[in-house]
């Protein structure tokens, strides 16, 4: 059975720093494309970053290149979000996904399993 449990998230002042963790499980990470995603209240879901398991090739959204880093561990079956700079927009519940065959990896519904998100808050 594939599982996705992300932590990590809180609350955090603007220029702050968090890593989230989505753990895996069911599944063998490194034959899996995963995405971090998130959502903030009345927005849609967004595509944040990417990992992808054919090349591990590593995609950003243009609002987080140069502050945000993916990154897998697969002997720990575990992927991470390194979230710096982190600004009051950034706010959002964050969920990572996986799935075996993306075709675009920052769009969310290429994927098929998802976790149940962790919230970030960004605030002075």
């Known amino acids: 059975q594939v599982q996705l449990v992300e932590s990590g998230g809180g609350l955090v002042q603007p220029g702050g720093s968090l890593r989230l963790s989505c753990a895996t499980s069911?599944?063998?990470?490194?034959?899996?494309?995963i995405g971090w995603f998130r959502q903030a209240p009345g927005k849609e879901r967004e595509g944040v970053s990417c990992?992808?398991?054919?090349?591990?090739?590593?995609y950003y959204a243009d609002s987080v290149k140069g502050r945000f880093t993916i990154s897998r561990d697969n002997a720990k079956n575990t992927v991470y979000l390194q979230m710096n700079s982190l600004k009051p927009e950034d706010t959002a519940v964050y969920y990572c996904?996986?799935?075996?065959?993306?075709?675009?990896?920052?769009?969310?519904?290429?994927?098929?399993?998802w976790g149940q998100g962790t919230q970030v808050t960004v605030s002075s």
């Open positions: 069911g599944f063998t990470l490194d034959y899996y494309t």
């Open positions: 996904a996986a799935d075996i065959m993306v075709y675009d990896c920052l769009k969310p519904k290429g994927y098929d399993y």
């Open positions: 990992i992808s398991s054919s090349d591990g090739n590593t």
